[in-house]
Structure formats: structure tokens, C-alpha cells
């Protein structure tokens, strides 16, 4: 999967079970009417038990330049939980995820379908609010890794 390019994603959640983000690069489109996203992501992340319970989460699409938030996310710098929520600049949109402000952009999304499959789970999330944020050139990771990728 190395040889296979991503953009960087921080997908974030937070609600009556806690608050949480990780970096992802398995998120894509699923459907446009109505909207539609799904994230991938171990079953072994208490992420996922996170995203389930709160029944939300956003997906933020990373500006190049963003490494040390990808990394933080990814576990890398020794922060968990809200703890990851120190670095960037957050708001939020209508569910109560976090939202990156500096995101290129954020879909906020209500959790609607979840899918075991093998070692992972599908969330699959309407989305019910939507940013765009400043322009630029997007986080990839490709080769092990980040790569920006000009708009």
C-alpha cells in the first residue's frame, strides 16, 4: 500500500463517549445525493468504539505543510485523545466534531452506517455540514512519505 498516493485526513469525533481524532488516508466518496463518505479504520482503535457511541465524526483534508498535525494524530508525538486537540486551530460545524479551521476541507458527517470487514471497520457518514477552507496544495502520503500535492 505504499505505492498507493492519499491525502491526509484527520478524522475527528467527539460527544457523550469522549473526544478523539486520527489520521487517515482510506476516506472517499460513496454517494452525492444524499452525500455520503466513508472512513476506514482498525478495529483495534479505540477510535472506532469513540465514533460508534458519539454517532458523529468530520473529516478534515489536510493543507500541505501540515505534517506535525498528521503525525500527532497518527499517535507519533505521544499525545491521545483531546490531548491531540493542542495543536491546530479548531471550531465546529452542526454534529460537534472537532472541525480543522485551516482544513482545505471539512466535511461534518452523522454516522449512518458501520461495517465490519476483516481487521477493519466502514464508517459510512451522511454528511450534514460542509467547509471550505483556505486554498492550496493538499498533504499526500505516498512512499512512506509526505508529499504535496499543488492545486
Excluded at 60 to 83: D, S
Aim: net charge positive; charged share 15%.
Amino acid at each position: 500500500m505504499a505505492s498507493v498516493a492519499g491525502h491526509v485526513h484527520l478524522v475527528t469525533t467527539a460527544g457523550p463517549s469522549g473526544t478523539s481524532g486520527f489520521t487517515a488516508i482510506a476516506v472517499a466518496s460513496v454517494s452525492d445525493d444524499p452525500p455520503t463518505l466513508l472512513v476506514c479504520l482498525n478495529r483495534k482503535s479505540a477510535n472506532g468504539g469513540l465514533i460508534e457511541a458519539n454517532g458523529v465524526f468530520a473529516v478534515n483534508a489536510l493543507a500541505a505543510g501540515a505534517e506535525v498535525l498528521a503525525e500527532t494524530f497518527a499517535g507519533r508525538r505521544g499525545l491521545a485523545g483531546a490531548a491531540r486537540f493542542k495543536e491546530g486551530l479548531w471550531s465546529q460545524l452542526v454534529t460537534g466534531s472537532p472541525t480543522l479551521d485551516t482544513a482545505l476541507v471539512t466535511f461534518d458527517c452523522r454516522v449512518i452506517e458501520v461495517k465490519p470487514i476483516a481487521t477493519h471497520a466502514i464508517f459510512i457518514g451522511q454528511v450534514e455540514a460542509l467547509r471550505v477552507g483556505p486554498g492550496g496544495p493538499a498533504l499526500a502520503y505516498f512512499g512512506r512519505g509526505y508529499r504535496s500535492i499543488p492545486r
